[in-house]
């Protein structure tokens, strides 16, 4: 008989508290963690939060002190369950509730950094989402900006630096956010006679600049996929919608941050793509430092450097068996194996790692980022061979991606690409099969599958 998942340890935090309830035990977050190190940086940020918020002069949502006392407490239930009813009202969440206009502001920035620091804890496991902070903060040097995209690379890391709130060490932003001028509001409260911080008027001519932007390339049909850009039949005029819309009006914003901070050194941890970053991007551990000037090429020492970090990163948590020799379908093999069987026979990795979602997810979009920047390099370069020595490094950068989660969309979807131009073709489909069964509800997969055997008869 195998052991069950409980008896491995294996068991997500999230799982065990919501059992531990359900039998009768309170059971606090603070309990679950094993690390007192971890607990103490927790408890001071949410205190920081909280002092934070209630000097703020934007009216308070109901229930902010309950939402505070159950943090305090480590009641994770109990503040989620705040959290939920919040985000069916807040303007940056899809509901069908009233827009509720109090979740603006810092105090709703102090909320939502708080749920999402603690998340961090409760979904993923608490070794990897510490390891995944300090590693970040450690290469940060003091006083840098660093934009933080994704909700790991946002919150964990708030929650985790010495004091957002100080920018001690390092200033912290996301760039997910500036399109809202309560967003740099709060920015400029903490930050405002540390640096600049985009004013009302250069959120109005970034969203000018883009509009004629847009306008231009939907007359062009060169649109963005997922840019919901159109004309009103009555009025003629602009309607911008969507994510991707509101993502290059960020940045184009976070552009302004950079281009006025000139004494600051800057990163990023990318969730959304910003053409205008690219030339400037170099790998730097888990993210990306963003140089002063544009990068013509990126040097073999910092191809190695890379290559060798994410090696020593992920060996810990999958094993050591993908190296340059290790086919697509080697790793569909382990896929099948081990996220698909759970299957752990001859498994050298850590198990802990591969059965925490949230985990393994973040270290694979982060990975998969790298490889985005390597093959935006070879589409944009007329050598030969320096096109060849940039797919190379993002081929092995999608296939740890890849090998860490199996089904995480932005891989799939790159590696797919890069493989077909490559002529690859029944590696791009082994990539697509695959994760059409690690993820049997995602009809992009499916539909994925399906294209791609057409184009092959």
């Not at 994770?76 to 969440?93: E, T």
């Not at 509720?100 to 620091?117: A, S």
């Not at 997810?361 to 589409?379: H, Q």
Request: net charge negative.
């Amino acid at each position: 008989m195998k052991p069950s998942l409980k008896s491995l340890g294996l068991i997500s935090l999230a799982t065990g508290l919501a059992a531990a309830r359900c039998a009768g035990q309170q059971t606090s977050l603070w309990d679950s963690l094993t690390n007192s190190d971890d607990v103490q940086r927790l408890k001071s940020f949410i205190a920081e939060k909280e002092a934070q918020a209630n000097t703020a002069t934007n009216e308070p949502p109901a229930e902010l002190p309950a939402f505070f006392a159950a943090a305090q407490e480590g009641d994770w239930a109990g503040l989620n369950g705040i959290f939920k009813d919040y985000r069916n009202h807040a303007g940056q969440y899809e509901h069908t509730g009233a827009t509720n206009e109090r979740l603006r502001g810092t105090k709703w920035q102090d909320i939502i950094e708080v749920w999402g620091g603690l998340e961090a804890f409760v979904d993923g496991n608490e070794n990897y989402s510490a390891l995944y902070a300090n590693d970040i903060i450690g290469s940060l040097p003091p006083g840098s900006i660093y934009f933080g995209g994704t909700d790991p690379g946002r919150f964990l890391v708030t929650a985790m630096e010495k004091s957002q709130v100080d920018g001690d060490p390092f200033l912290l932003v996301t760039q997910n956010a500036l399109a809202d001028g309560t967003y740099l509001d709060y920015l400029r409260t903490m930050y405002g006679d540390k640096i600049y911080i985009p004013t009302k008027e250069d959120s109005q001519q970034c969203f000018s600049d883009y509009s004629a932007d847009a306008q231009q390339r939907m007359k062009n049909g060169q649109l963005k996929e997922g840019e919901k850009v159109s004309t009103d039949p009555n009025t003629g005029r602009l309607q911008i919608a969507g994510q991707v819309a509101v993502m290059e009006i960020n940045g184009l914003l976070a552009k302004v941050i950079f281009d006025h901070n000139t004494d600051r050194d800057f990163y990023i941890e990318e969730s959304f793509p910003l053409d205008w970053m690219y030339p400037h991007l170099e790998p730097h551990g888990l993210i990306f430092k963003l140089n002063r000037e544009p990068l013509a090429k990126l040097s073999d020492e910092t191809l190695q450097k890379d290559r060798d970090y994410w090696t020593k990163t992920i060996t810990p948590m999958i094993g050591s068996w993908l190296t340059d020799d290790t086919s697509v379908a080697d790793i569909s093999a382990y896929a099948e194996k081990v996220f698909l069987n759970h299957d752990f026979s001859n498994f050298t990795g850590d198990t802990n790692f591969v059965l925490s979602r949230y985990s393994y997810r973040t270290f694979s979009k982060e990975r998969n980022s790298i490889g985005g920047l390597y093959t935006w390099r070879a589409k944009h370069t007329d050598d030969a061979a320096e096109k060849d020595r940039m797919n190379r490094a993002a081929d092995f950068a999608f296939r740890q991606s890849w090998a860490l989660c199996p089904d995480l969309p932005e891989v799939v979807s790159r590696y797919v690409e890069l493989l077909n131009d490559e002529k690859r073709h029944v590696d791009a489909l082994t990539v697509a099969e695959t994760a059409a069964e690690c993820d049997t509800t995602n009809a992009v997969f499916q539909n994925l599958v399906t294209q791609l055997k057409q184009e092959q008869h």
